[in-house]
């Protein structure tokens, strides 16, 4: 099996069920609204939905609409990542690795999207009195992090190319 192929399938193994055991655990142990201090001032569990996109965005869409249109961007985005993913060189880790986590995180938010309505966040930062953090949640990370380890990958190539 291909090192790319073992990267996807073990991302995937990891972190679609994390992220949807702790959406279960957040919404079987706090209601909506509730939030817990891990860290006073800092770093709270909380229950929140966001029925839009990042920084719930096109929240204030009506229903319907709202969640075919998400749904029809998120098979896209997944066919498209997939597309990618399949051009990448058996060997590729970090690109592998990058596309994984963005996959991963986007079929986490489509899953809430299809059987919720909506996305379940639960992690809240406050950044600096009176400001916080929107609301986000493990498939959201996993979306960041692949993000990162692409960005990464492109500087550290073309770092190198530069060199040669």
């Given at each position: 099996m291909a090192p790319k192929l073992r990267i996807l399938i073990g991302v995937l193994l990891v972190a679609l069920p994390l992220d949807q055991l702790c959406k279960l655990a957040i919404e079987s142990r706090l209601v909506f609204g509730e939030r817990i201090s891990v860290v006073d001032g800092f770093f709270y569990?909380?229950?929140?939905?966001?029925?839009?996109?990042?920084?719930?965005?096109?929240?204030?869409?009506?229903?319907?609409?709202?969640?075919?249109g998400f749904a029809i961007v998120s098979l896209i985005a997944i066919v498209v990542i997939a597309g990618f993913y399949h051009r990448l060189a058996p060997g590729d880790r970090?690109?592998?690795?990058?596309?994984?986590?963005?996959?991963?995180?986007?079929?986490?938010?489509?899953?809430?999207?299809?059987?919720?309505?909506?996305?379940?966040?639960?992690?809240?930062?406050r950044l600096w009195p009176g400001y916080a953090w929107p609301d986000f949640?493990?498939?959201?990370?996993?979306?960041?992090?692949?993000?990162?380890a692409l960005m990464t990958d492109l500087l550290s190539r073309e770092a190198m190319a530069r060199s040669v």
């Open positions: 569990l909380t229950h929140a939905r966001n029925p839009g996109a990042a920084f719930g965005l096109f929240a204030s869409m009506a229903e319907d609409g709202r969640l075919v970090m690109q592998s690795l990058g596309l994984s986590l963005v996959l991963a995180g986007a079929a986490g938010n489509f899953m809430d999207r299809i059987w919720r309505g909506e996305v379940v966040d639960f992690l809240h930062f949640n493990v498939a959201d990370v996993c979306i960041i992090m692949g993000v990162v």
